[in-house]
């Protein structure tokens, strides 16, 4: 499995919003989904965190999004990140799974605040959140 670098979103962002980068998790010459890795602090990443994952319902279950997260790890200390936010809705079971094999602690589980919601989905109201220390990965 690796990572091929997609875009670099810096320029025509909302007021506030970090750059942030998008790669296809590739599997031999077959993209099966994309990681995403946000710049920003702790604090600015702390309701979206900073990595992100999607993997094609054809190609789930297979471990592809923990994988991918730790070979996002490398890109991110390529960046000089030292401390990285992951979250997830607690109802989803698959991100909470997927987040439990990770050398990440919970911090909490936390209200997205009203300010924010409109970027996210009607459905997510709350957040877990986890802290993972890159030094230690």
Known sequence: MKLEL???VHTG???GWKPYY????????QCVGTIVLREGTLQERYYDG???????????GHHYSLQACF???????ELNMKQLIITCSPEN???HHIIQHLP?????TVSIPKQLKKYFT???THKEVYLIQLEEV
Do not use: N, W
């Open 6 to 8: 997609v875009e670099y």
């Open 50 to 60: 900073h990595i992100g994952y999607t993997i094609e319902k054809p190609y789930q």
């Open 22 to 29: 998008i790669y296809h998790i590739l599997v031999g010459s």
């Open 104 to 108: 990440a602690r919970y911090i909490e």
């Open 93 to 95: 079971r698959a991100s």
């Open 122 to 124: 009607k459905e997510e």
């Open 13 to 15: 962002l909302p007021k």
């Open 71 to 77: 070979l996002i790890f490398e890109k991110a200390k």
